[in-house]
């Protein structure tokens, strides 16, 4: 099986733009989560999709915003881009077969925000 | 608040040496462990969980709800484990929501 693939691995914005990231989870998972990673707040969640319905969300402003389409790839969103959004965005999914925290992480798309 | 604290940033020890990454956890319910792990140039991925119980590559962390810790241990390190090592705790049964620690490096040197 292919595994977790986010799209586009860099991407350079400069305050003010908006960003989109996608992420095609592994074949048959339908669980999508997605992760923000700086080095001074490490790795914490940003929301959950399954089924196309947000299950969850963390403790981010609005600006940030997913969905989750029919074939369980799903995209997120930043609005209005500032500094402090330069981090590593990690999508990770998982399937009815694993346990509830039991996930599988893609490689990551940098997003430098200049 | 829920909060998982890895009080060592880096820890650096001899090949063949006895290895403990610490994890302390903040949450009043019934709390799933889990130990992620990240090479150099790989993704994170899960190394074990703490309902399993299982032992994975010489690894093992037990959960002590006393002292609310979920330590991992190896007893002889190998250089091949240097990697960052991350704690997370899953509360309410979500599929994906985990609250991460903010990591330990563990350096083995030869």
């Known amino acids: 099986k292919a595994g977790v693939t986010q799209t586009p691995r860099y991407l350079i914005k400069t305050r003010g733009q908006q960003v989109t990231l996608s992420c095609s989870p592994i074949?048959?998972?339908?669980?999508v989560s997605w992760y923000q990673q700086t080095p001074g707040q490490g790795l914490q969640f940003l929301f959950e999709?399954?089924?196309?319905?947000?299950?969850n969300k963390g403790n981010f402003p609005g600006r940030f915003s997913g969905r989750q389409f029919s074939n369980s790839r799903s995209e997120m969103n930043v609005s209005t881009l500032e500094l402090g959004d330069s981090a590593l965005y990690l999508c990770?999914?998982?399937?009815?077969?694993?346990?509830?925290?039991?996930?599988?992480f893609g490689e990551g798309s940098r997003l430098t925000v200049l | 608040a829920q909060r998982v604290t890895q009080p060592e940033k880096l820890l650096s020890v001899f090949k063949g040496a006895p290895v403990e990454l610490k994890c302390n956890y903040s949450?009043?319910?019934?709390?799933?462990l889990f130990w992620y792990v990240q090479y150099s140039r790989q993704r994170l991925q899960l190394l074990l969980r703490?309902?399993s119980r299982e032992s994975i590559k010489g690894f093992t962390a037990d959960l002590n709800k006393g002292e609310t810790s979920f330590h991992l241990k190896k007893p002889f390190a190998q250089e091949e484990d240097s990697a960052m090592y991350y704690c997370a705790l899953n509360y309410g049964g979500s599929q994906g929501n985990l609250i991460f620690g903010k990591g330990t490096k563990l350096s083995v040197k030869p």
């Open positions: 703490h309902i």
């Open positions: 949450y009043s319910g019934s709390p799933e």
């Open positions: 074949s048959g998972h339908r669980s």
């Open positions: 990770a999914s998982s399937g009815q077969g694993n346990l509830p925290g039991e996930l599988f």
């Open positions: 999709y399954f089924s196309e319905t947000q299950r």
